[in-house]
């Protein structure tokens, strides 16, 4: 196996008053109606960049072309809009950033990093890679590509809401950049994008959070500016399970307005007064955005979704 020495690296951090200020971004895949979880990361995301006087930005992950529903990008703008989350800069979808990713996929190659892999995803399902394709594939292609990690030491950084993080790179394993069909994965785009559209804080859910250790190490490589990161906790089932396809994950389009951004600030421990279940949703987000308070979820990488009654209901 090919070795690939590094120190241990650990990330420095871009801040709110950065040159260039705030810019957050909110990133659904459009694979659907957007839910009750999602509304959490674009909620939280949104919040915390008006309560720094930042930009919000909003991206189309529509990479995964087979998964995407025809119409969920544009109903997924329009419902976003319905809350009043409106973007500050026209809408990214990364079904146009072809060409960026192949820039980035060059650049990454000519580091050494990069091998190609012939290992398919049932073979790989269970655990970290461990490297079987590094001294060359194992079959005839389609190859995917792959990143080299580092063999040792690991990846800090310090996570505004979960705090301190330390990724070990032997529990990383080897990321995909590029899939045996010949798709851009989303470790490598969603660094390209975030660096294309000035992102400083990357907010969104707890269920991204093990794939920072890989995204920070992608931007090592390709020589950008740090970003801040912060995830927020994931909503789930009562039995802390993932949300499912059920009553719990009903599409918030179906929701009065006011009333799904209430329960997603009750879902982030905000606990909005009473009286505002009679607001708009200008004066709801006016509210949230003058108290947001992340401390009040800090270290929370879960949320129940019993714990609001009758949620997506």
């Given at each position: 196996m090919s070795a690939v020495k590094s120190s241990t690296a650990t990330a420095t951090t871009a801040t709110a008053d950065a040159p260039g200020g705030y810019r957050g971004r909110f990133a659904p895949s459009p694979t659907g109606a957007l839910h009750i979880g999602s509304l959490v990361a674009a909620l939280g995301s949104y919040l915390d960049a008006r309560s720094h006087d930042g930009q919000w930005l909003l991206r189309i992950e529509d990479l995964d072309t087979p998964r995407n529903l025809p119409g969920a990008a544009r109903a997924l703008i329009a419902t976003l809009?319905?809350?009043?989350?409106?973007?500050?800069?026209?809408?990214?979808?990364?079904?146009?950033?072809?060409?960026?990713?192949e820039a980035a996929l060059e650049r990454l190659t000519a580091t050494g990093r990069l091998y190609p892999c012939s290992c398919?995803?049932?073979?790989?399902?269970?655990?970290?890679?461990?490297?079987?394709?590094?001294?060359?594939?194992r079959g005839p292609g389609p190859h995917?590509?792959?990143?080299?990690?580092?063999?040792?030491?690991?990846?800090?950084?310090?996570?505004?809401?979960?705090?301190?993080?330390?990724?070990?790179?032997?529990?990383?394993?080897?990321?995909?950049?590029r899939r045996r069909d010949g798709q851009i994965a989303y470790q490598l785009a969603v660094v390209v994008d975030d660096a294309a559209q000035g992102i400083s804080d990357v907010v969104r859910g707890a269920d991204l959070l093990a794939a920072t250790g890989w995204q920070l190490e992608i931007r090592r490589l390709l020589g950008l500016a740090p970003v801040r990161h912060a995830h927020?906790?994931?909503?789930?089932?009562?039995?802390?399970?993932?949300?499912?396809?059920?009553a719990s994950a009903t599409a918030v389009a179906g929701l009065p307005p006011g009333q799904a951004l209430l329960q997603t600030l009750n879902l982030l421990q905000q606990q909005p007064p009473a009286e505002l279940a009679?607001?708009?949703?200008?004066?709801?987000?006016?509210?949230?955005?003058?108290?947001?308070?992340?401390?009040?979820?800090?270290?929370?990488?879960?949320v129940p979704i019993a714990q609001q009654q009758g949620l997506g209901v």
């Open positions: 809009a319905g809350l009043g989350l409106q973007a500050d800069e026209q809408v990214l979808y990364q079904s146009t950033r072809g060409a960026a990713y398919t995803r049932r073979e790989t399902a269970t655990g970290p890679y461990p490297g079987t394709c590094r001294d060359g594939p995917a590509l792959r990143l080299r990690m580092p063999d040792d030491g690991a990846i800090g950084f310090a996570d505004r809401f979960q705090g301190p993080q330390r990724q070990p790179v032997a529990d990383l394993g080897d990321p995909v950049l927020l906790p994931l909503v789930v089932e009562a039995d802390g399970s993932k949300l499912s396809k059920s009679q607001a708009s949703t200008r004066q709801i987000l006016d509210w949230a955005t003058a108290h947001w308070q992340p401390a009040r979820f800090a270290g929370l990488a879960k």
